[in-house]
């Protein structure tokens, strides 16, 4: 006997001696010998070599039976692994269950626990479930199942053994071999239990000799792959809110169900071996727990900024973000067939008016950029970004905070596709990022970026591209995180100009930061790049000599994105027409309208929301609009972004007519005129320069028609509205709007 038949043999012995102890402990079980179950039958017949008398397919013996069953094990010969993203949008779903797939710390596989915890208390479980009786019946089925599984996996290692031809026993022997190194799930536990996968290392993609089977079939002359059966049951499981328990369960039967020449993961431990082990795009960059300092190298044991020196090595001690490289997922793009053609759609567009501005292609910053001869080649390109905290659960502070961007040169329909959408990476956890960490890694690779990268192009042959970085919309607390600016509610927050506002306060105890109207320069002193850059390296300086007040002019320090050599991060960082316009100004007017709060002011109609409600009510609006109005009374707390721009752009002036005061009306009916200018699909210079004097009248008359202490900066920011249009194109082509349902999607 060879070396290598020695060793399946004593394999074989090990499951034999397994089985045999195992069922004769089963057999002290005097509570399960009435049991009428028919596997137990079955299973009784193939100890005594008898046809099984559930088993009505006249089989002469058990091994007759046995071998109509056999399947051979997969070829291990052919594992193909792919490093590419899906182009369907499947990198989405891969940035979801990020969580899951590294392996480096227990800590990185902590929202798997949890998801996967054996909780059955905190459910509302059927009785049934938590009798001991019932689980003990049902591992001895399972187990028996499990078993008559093994025996069939026996019968094809013995037909093996019998072969004479050594090259298949190379192949098996490799398949085996493959399985325990790359920690994958095999029909016998000892085998499995043998693999000890590698850690991937820090700030560095998964390790690249980690077996991938993704690709391979399920079993032997399977039409599916394990890695689809995969996907489908953990959006099963998330889907169900299951339990470990039930998924364990679930995953035994599953196993008994299939071929002994199976690849699935028949327990909960290897099924989360499985996403461990797959090979996929991420970058996992660490930092310390304590204070957030980035860690640029392994195996540090103490943290290196001087302030912290906490201990990295204890357990908690170091945290993660996930990046995906944006340089491999241009390639995979440039690399699809029509995408280099729809980059050319900026030369090919036909404008309703050759002087107006009709997209961003007609912005001053884009128009900047291709005099200086970036921007004029069709091979280069521009990004818009996004980020926004997500919570995550109702019931805690966990929150993700994802990173996109989108292609400008793509058309406007394709581009906030999900194909065509970069997902940059995420940060998640309790606490809000640190920008200074997380935007680290894409400083680095917007600057590759901007000195060119070679991609290859499907009939073209390999083109030079250039990437920059021209604008990006958040709402006010992640814009002052991403520029280093204080909070929207301090001194000089403003990101367009340099007024310092004034606190006013609204009780005994509380104030708020208001920005009046400033007759002689409404807009100004506006703020540069030049400027802020400089005011940074004032604040950085005031930090570096331990000076309390650092702070100059609402800048706290340098930004990642404000060094990228072609990026003006003032004018490029735009006022978002959603979160500012809607859910600040348009929400803020309801609520002073229709409060009750507000009963006795001169600008409330309370006593009409019945009024208001019922005209709502009898609107039927088209196909367009996917939301019906709902009532101010009940639901205004709880209005969607979507329904506040209905309100203002369709429902509102017709609502309000006769309900609001001649003058509160007339004001109103200027905002929602200059707001439709900006959103026009081709704006002028008459049309820009009517609707900035129509924001100017608006925020002018605001502080005589309501209290001064609503004069928020969402309200002062209109002053510099139609300065965004002109900067970077309508309000449409830069709004959160099209980033929201993303977000949606990786949550679900």
């Not at 022997?173 to 190194?181: F, I, K, R, T």
């Not at 912290?308 to 170091?318: V, Y």
């Not at 367009?496 to 105890?509: D, E, H, P």
């Not at 007759?519 to 390296?537: F, I, S, V, W, Y």
């Amino acid at each position: 006997m060879t070396k290598k038949q020695v060793s399946l043999s004593g394999i074989m012995d090990v499951s034999k001696k397994r089985r045999k102890r195992k069922r004769s402990q089963e057999k002290t079980a005097d509570e399960f010998v009435e049991v009428s179950v028919p596997l137990l039958a079955a299973e009784e017949a193939v100890d005594n070599g008898q046809p099984k008398g559930n088993d009505h397919r006249g089989h002469a013996n058990a091994e007759e039976y046995h071998e109509e069953l056999l399947f051979d094990p997969p070829n291990p010969s052919v594992v193909e692994q792919s490093d590419e993203l899906d182009s369907n949008g499947s990198e989405f779903l891969e940035a979801s269950l990020s969580s899951v797939i590294n392996n480096s710390t227990e800590s990185e596989t902590q929202l798997l626990d949890e998801w996967l915890k054996n909780d059955n208390r905190d459910r509302n479980l059927p009785s049934d479930s938590l009798d001991p009786d019932f689980d003990e019946l049902w591992s001895y089925v399972r187990d028996d199942l499990l078993n008559q599984r093994e025996d069939n996996f026996e019968d094809e290692l013995n037909s093996v053994m019998d072969a004479e031809d050594e090259d298949v026993w190379f192949d098996v022997e490799e398949h085996l071999q493959l399985s325990d190194n790359a920690g994958v799930f095999s029909s016998l536990p000892n085998i499995s239990q043998c693999g000890n996968p590698q850690q991937p290392e820090e700030n560095t993609p998964g390790p690249k000799e980690k077996t991938d089977l993704d690709q391979e079939p399920l079993f032997k002359g399977a039409n599916v792959t394990l890695g689809s059966v995969m996907v489908l049951l953990v959006l099963f499981v998330i889907r169900h809110n299951l339990t470990s328990e039930a998924l364990e369960n679930l995953l035994s039967i599953i196993a008994a169900l299939l071929p002994a020449s199976s690849i699935l993961p028949n327990s909960v431990s290897r099924f989360k071996k499985y996403f461990a082990n797959l090979k996929h795009p991420f970058v996992f960059h660490h930092y310390c727990s304590f204070c957030f300092a980035y860690i640029s190298q392994r195996g540090v044991k103490r943290c290196t900024n001087s302030h912290c020196l906490q201990d990295l090595s204890a357990k908690g001690g170091t945290s993660y973000f996930i990046e995906i490289p944006i340089v491999d997922q241009l390639q995979t793009m440039f690399s699809r067939s029509g995408f280099y053609k729809d980059l050319q759609h900026r030369f090919n567009r036909k404008k309703q008016a050759q002087e107006n501005i009709e997209d961003i292609y007609d912005g001053r910053l884009y128009r900047s950029l291709v005099r200086k001869g970036i921007l004029s080649s069709g091979n280069n390109i521009s990004f818009i970004f996004n980020t926004d905290g997500v919570p995550v659960f109702k019931s805690s502070k966990v929150s993700i905070w994802p990173l996109y961007l989108i292609i400008n040169e793509l058309p406007h329909n394709k581009r906030f596709a999900k194909e065509n959408m970069l997902f940059a990476g995420m940060w998640f956890g309790e606490k809000k990022p640190a920008m200074w960490t997380f935007l680290k890694p894409f400083h680095e690779s917007f600057s590759k970026l901007e000195q060119g990268v070679n991609f290859t192009v499907n009939g073209i042959g390999i083109v030079t591209c250039q990437g920059v970085l021209l604008g990006g919309t958040c709402d006010l607390p992640a814009r002052c995180l991403v520029c280093n600016a204080i909070q929207y509610n301090g001194a000089s927050s403003c990101w367009k100009c340099l007024q310092q506002g004034k606190t006013v306060k609204t009780g005994q105890r509380g104030c708020v930061r208001v920005f009046p109207y400033q007759m002689q320069d409404p807009k100004g002193p506006q703020r540069t790049r030049a400027e802020t850059e400089k005011h940074a390296r004032e604040a950085l300086a005031n930090q570096l000599n331990n000076k309390k007040d650092y702070i100059v002019h609402g800048i706290k320090g340098p930004s990642w994105f404000g060094l990228l050599e072609h990026f003006d991060y003032v004018a490029g960082t735009g006022i978002d027409y959603m979160h500012g316009v809607l859910l600040g100004v348009q929400k803020l007017l309801l609520t002073l309208w229709f409060s009750a709060k507000f009963a006795g002011k001169v600008f409330s109609v309370s006593g009409q929301v019945s009024l208001a409600d019922k005209r709502l009510s009898e609107i039927s609006p088209t196909l367009e609009i996917h939301r019906l109005p709902r009532s101010i009374s009940e639901h205004l707390k709880y209005w969607k972004a979507s329904e506040l721009r209905s309100f203002l752009l369709y429902y509102g002036i017709p609502v309000l007519y006769g309900i609001l005061p001649d003058n509160y009306f007339h004001h109103y009916a200027i905002f929602v005129h200059a707001i439709y200018i900006c959103l026009k699909e081709s704006i002028s210079s008459e049309d820009l320069k009517k609707a900035e004097l129509m924001l100017c009248s608006f925020c002018e008359d605001f502080s005589s028609l309501y209290d001064e202490r609503f004069i928020t900066l969402n309200v002062h920011q209109l002053l510099h509205l139609t300065d965004d249009v002109r900067d970077l194109g309508p309000m449409y082509t830069h709004s959160c709007f099209s980033f929201e349902d993303k977000n949606g999607f990786i949550l679900n």
